[in-house]
């Protein structure tokens, strides 16, 4: 897997003209730009390379620099709830998803409709690999054109032909164990190729 790189889909945007000058000025103005890659930095902000239209590059723009087109700014807790749980990132577009689209349930308390993008999956750290606290950030456009990042649980999908969304949100529990098949049988020390374990006839 990349450690602190990876190479995303090419992702057309618009970047916040303020996040290209320190937040000092170029509020209300935007440059256009492509998405190329994304910058794993535990515990910030997932961040990504773009291009800007005029050959300048930039490294390491937060998620809420990037919009598809011009709309209100939303703070980080809103749009992504979790910084990188790792420096070690998988960046994955699922064929399933690519043409769905998703209520996103914000951290402000408001659904919006989001345009899956792709997938950020973490490793190599704690939290990213102990079953109860593992999150993905999965990439949305929401409907007004801000970038966004929400794990499985701030998500419902919407999938026409078999999915029926649910109104409440379900009662599922967090998976807390460890699933492994070695520890629950005993070692074979065989010489024969095709050896049978205890308990098999």
């Known amino acids: 897997m990349p450690f ?18 320190n937040l ?3 509020h209300d103005e935007y440059v256009e730009a492509c998405v190329f890659g994304v910058t794993a930095l535990e515990g910030r902000l997932p961040a990504f390379q773009v291009m800007l239209k005029d050959g300048a590059q930039f490294a390491r723009l937060p998620l809420v620099a990037l919009c598809k087109q011009p709309c209100d700014y939303l703070e980080p807790p809103v749009v992504c709830l979790w910084d990188s749980l790792s420096y070690t990132v998988a960046v994955h577009r ?8 998703a209520d996103v349930f ?24 102990l079953p109860d606290q593992h999150k993905c950030h999965h990439v949305f456009w929401l409907a007004d054109g801000q970038m966004a990042a929400m794990p499985n649980n701030r998500l419902r999908w919407h999938e026409p032909s078999w999915v029926r969304p649910f109104k409440e949100r379900p009662d599922y529990l967090v998976q807390t164990r460890e699933w492994t098949t070695e520890r629950s049988r005993a070692v074979v020390d065989a010489k024969r190729m095709f050896y049978k374990q205890d308990g098999e006839t």
């Open 24 to 26: 000092e000025d170029g």
């Open 4 to 21: 602190l790189v990876a190479d995303t889909p090419y992702t057309y945007c618009l970047v916040r003209k303020e996040f290209l000058r």
């Open 94 to 101: 699922y064929a399933y998803l690519t043409t769905l689209v």
């Open 106 to 129: 914000c951290g402000d308390g408001v659904e919006r409709r989001g345009e899956y993008l792709f997938t950020l999956d973490w490793c190599q750290s704690d939290y990213s690999e």
